[in-house]
């Protein structure tokens, strides 16, 4: 019996090691990261973006000055051309955050390879978690947390496995990855111990897992969601012969396109909702076998329905033509607001049948 306690107390101690570890590797991939988007900024891709969009005062663009022999051509420079109209305009995807740099895009490579790196280290942190009390790790806020960015990195490295065009996601993924761990092991944090008997049941496997899945995907949804108001905004300001500043410009153009980042979302939106309402029909199973009701408003239910109404709404949404766009995209922020809310407001805040997940 002693040495079980001792065993275990071992590893859960190499889970925090290991947690630890993993966010001292996700902070150097922050950085190549980082150094990526720099080196983007200064590239050719980037200063011919920018020439492109100096035009004068008039809307037009410069002038290109071609050396030939024996005297000087002046060119003008193509105009860059955009639709005003929502999920109209004929603008190409952007390079990526490498610009189209030799160095840039080797920063970024290192920094995919330190996210797989880092991925694999918190997993087994995750593991080892887990062994410790030998039970899914997701019986309070802490676990949650842990697994939650995990699996959002995993959908990331999924997608890149995939040969999708997101390794722009990398940036904000680890910046909120970091965030994310840094306040479960300060705030979060609760030792490993026993689950309370309302969650020894099969469907803690099935309903929590696929809540996570479910939220780590919304989190990349709701990424390119904001990121392609951003380039709307950046896009209707360039149709309109406006002047973007330099940081938007080098930032921005790229990025893809907003009709590519719009798609993007709606896509992985509208694959995980089925998923998001079987979670919400397990947990009413679950509640009927644990409480004897199916469903009794618990605030955690009211929130996850909230949510799945909201989604919902977004779904309709971006299939209306009127709707289309940016006023969509503001919904789908709003539905991922409420997910967020269900996780971290209802648990800290709110006292319901759903208040075992400790903190602190």
């Excluded at 040495?3 to 090691?17: D, K, M, P």
């Excluded at 392609?228 to 938007?248: H, N, Q, V």
Aim: charged share 15%; with cysteine; proline share 3%.
């Amino acid at each position: 019996m002693e040495l079980a306690a001792a065993t275990n107390e071992n590893l859960a101690n190499l889970s925090n090691t290991l947690i630890y570890s993993a966010m001292a590797v996700y902070t150097l991939a922050f950085f190549a990261y980082i150094t990526e988007w720099l080196f983007g900024s200064r590239s050719k891709v980037g200063r011919t973006a920018a020439a492109l969009t100096a035009g004068e005062d008039t809307g037009r663009a410069p002038a290109v000055t071609v050396q030939k022999a024996g005297g000087t051509a002046v060119l003008e420079r193509p105009k860059v051309v955009t639709r005003a109209a929502a999920g109209a305009r004929d603008v190409p995807d952007g390079p990526g955050a490498h610009g189209g740099d030799v160095q840039g895009d080797l920063y970024g490579r290192i920094a995919v390879s330190l996210t797989v790196l880092a991925f694999l280290i918190e997993f087994a942190g995750v593991l080892a978690r887990a062994l410790s009390v030998q039970r899914a790790p997701w019986g309070n806020m802490y676990e949650f947390n842990l697994t939650f960015s995990t699996v959002a990195v995993g959908v990331y490295l999924g997608l890149l496995a995939l040969k999708k065009n997101i390794r722009w996601l990398g940036l904000p993924l680890v910046t909120s990855v970091l965030l994310d761990l840094g306040l479960a092991v300060t705030v979060l944090y609760t030792a490993s111990d026993q689950l309370v008997p309302a969650l020894h049941s099969y469907w803690l496997y099935i309903h929590v897992s696929t809540a996570i899945f479910c939220g780590a995907v919304f989190y990349v949804g709701a990424v390119g969601t904001i990121l392609y108001l951003f380039k709307d905004s950046y896009e209707s300001k360039l149709a309109a012969g406006g002047r973007p500043g330099r940081f938007a410009t080098s930032v921005l153009e790229r990025l893809p396109a907003s009709a590519s980042l719009d798609k993007f979302s709606y896509r992985v939106n509208a694959a995980v909702f089925p998923l998001w309402t079987f979670t919400i029909i397990a947990g009413a199973i679950w509640a009927g076998d644990a409480w004897g009701r199916y469903w009794g408003w618990d605030p955690k239910e009211t929130w996850s329905f909230i949510t799945w109404v909201a989604y919902a709404c977004y779904l309709h949404a971006r299939a209306t033509a009127g709707w289309k766009g940016r006023k969509a995209a503001y919904i789908a922020l709003i539905a991922f607001a409420c997910w967020l809310f269900n996780y971290y407001g209802v648990n800290i805040f709110v006292s319901g049948k759903h208040s075992y997940a400790d903190v602190g």
